[in-house]
């Protein structure tokens, strides 16, 4: 079973919709992330969270909010869909015993979102 | 602030040929460096890291190493397969202030590979 698992894989939703995607993972990690994938923009950070109690928004936050169920969970809202959103979006894991700037960030398979 | 800036891509390369895809950044202080590859289909996996000046990161025949005097980390494999075709991303992590644990990441460089 895969470590880090995001649902749905694939949403088409129209403008003006809520929708939610969630992540969840088993590797135990506290900190989680999520990206979105733009062509030719690499991955730009929503947001973090370094533990359960710890939200933090990353460079393109507007548009968006998270929920820190539980440290294996994660989901992140679009409270008013538009078509700009329209992208790939990647939860991540990472966990701080690595050491500093060194730990590795362990992705899920991506949500595919359409926004008409 | 922190930035990563990858070559243009796309790159197509015939099996068994030489591959260089090139990575710069600009960073304070003294960051970690990344090369994670996306799969078609998957998402992202780190391939290879060097967390200081002069490392060599190295796995499945790919290398890169951390060349503070170029602000570079390029990756480089000595003979491509088909397998190899994938999207590639630089990135790097700083440990001072609020960048703490996050990646940068550069733009990523499409890979094909022909038999």
């Known amino acids: 079973d895969a470590d880090v698992t995001q649902t749905p894989r694939n949403r088409i939703t129209k403008t003006g919709k809520r929708i939610m995607l969630e992540c969840s993972q088993t590797k135990g990690h506290d900190r989680m992330y999520w990206y979105r994938q733009d062509p030719g923009l690499g991955l730009r950070l929503i947001y973090y969270?370094?533990?359960?109690?710890?939200?933090n928004k990353g460079e393109i936050s507007d548009g968006y909010s998270v929920s820190r169920q539980a440290q294996a969970k994660f989901s992140l809202s679009l409270e008013s869909a538009i078509p700009n959103q329209t992208a790939l979006y990647f939860c991540?894991?990472?966990?701080?015993?690595?050491?500093?700037?060194?730990?590795?960030?362990?992705f899920g398979p991506g949500t595919r979102l359409l926004v008409l | 602030g922190d930035s990563v800036t990858q070559m243009e891509g796309p790159v197509t390369l015939s099996e068994e040929a030489f591959l260089t895809i090139n990575c710069t950044y600009t960073a304070t202080g003294y960051p970690s460096l990344f090369w994670y590859v996306q799969y078609p289909g998957e998402g992202l996996q780190l391939l290879l890291k060097a967390t200081k000046a002069d490392d060599k990161g190295s796995n499945k025949g790919f290398e890169a190493t951390y060349r503070k005097e170029t602000t570079s980390f390029h990756l480089e494999k000595g003979s491509v397969q088909v397998s190899d075709s994938a999207v590639y991303f630089c990135?790097?992590?700083?440990?001072?202030?609020?960048?703490?644990?996050?990646?940068?990441f550069g733009q990523g460089t499409i890979l094909t590979v022909h038999p």
């Open positions: 969270s370094f533990d359960v109690k710890d939200i």
């Open positions: 991540a894991t990472s966990d701080p015993g690595q050491g500093g700037s060194q730990e590795t960030q362990y």
């Open positions: 990135a790097l992590s700083n440990a001072g202030g609020t960048s703490y644990g996050k990646l940068t």
